[in-house]
């Protein structure tokens, strides 16, 4: 609904041409692949590969399309991983739709279009998680034990324990639980 709802939105702009949609990260990244647009809208959550994760397949894969995140995600956290992955726009859903339209005609056009006050922040909050630590937590934090941890990433139970206490002491968590529930907060999961 939501994907129908933004297609038709854009529709209105005279300039601006909706190409194609999709329903979850690997679908868009295909989508991306057969279509080759000038700009790929994509949320951050999103079933199968996150907004994060398309954007850097789409930044791997060389020329492709520029990347605008539409979310509802305001954290600093969000926004640094964002352009770290390669995205040229972050736009809040709660913005006017006007302010989407001219996001995705300057980055078309080769700019950058970020809320002002969000980039601010983001500059003073780093992430201070390595991407190891980051999967590591954010399995934890989805109440998964150290074993199971340890096999879907394929490391030993003592990488998983040491990986996990670096992200605890690191964020200044109680314990694993809570340094997730502060990752999350700052958008660095």
């Known amino acids: 609904m939501v994907a129908g709802a933004l297609s038709a939105l854009l529709g209105i702009e005279s300039d601006i041409e909706v190409v194609g949609t999709a329903h979850n990260g690997r679908e868009a990244l295909d989508v991306v692949r057969r279509l080759r647009p000038d700009v790929l809208l994509t949320d951050i959550e999103m079933p199968e590969m996150t907004g994060l994760e398309l954007a850097a397949a789409v930044r791997a894969e060389g020329p492709m399309p520029r990347v ?74 989805e109440g998964r034990s150290g074993p199971d941890i340890a096999e879907e990433l394929h490391l030993s139970e003592g990488t998983v324990r040491n990986y996990l206490s670096e992200a605890i002491s690191k964020i200044g968590g109680r314990n694993r639980v809570d340094a997730a529930r502060i990752a999350r907060t700052k958008g660095w999961l």
């Open 68 to 141: 605008v995140v539409l979310t509802t995600f305001a954290r600093p956290g969000y926004l640094r991983r964002a352009l770290d992955a390669g995205a040229s726009g972050y736009v809040l859903k709660d913005a006017p739709s006007s302010r989407l339209a001219d996001a995705i005609r300057r980055v078309h056009a080769g700019g950058r279009a970020i809320d002002a006050e969000l980039a601010i922040e983001a500059w003073g909050d780093a992430d201070p998680l390595t991407d190891r630590e980051r999967q590591v937590l954010r399995l934890a934090g």
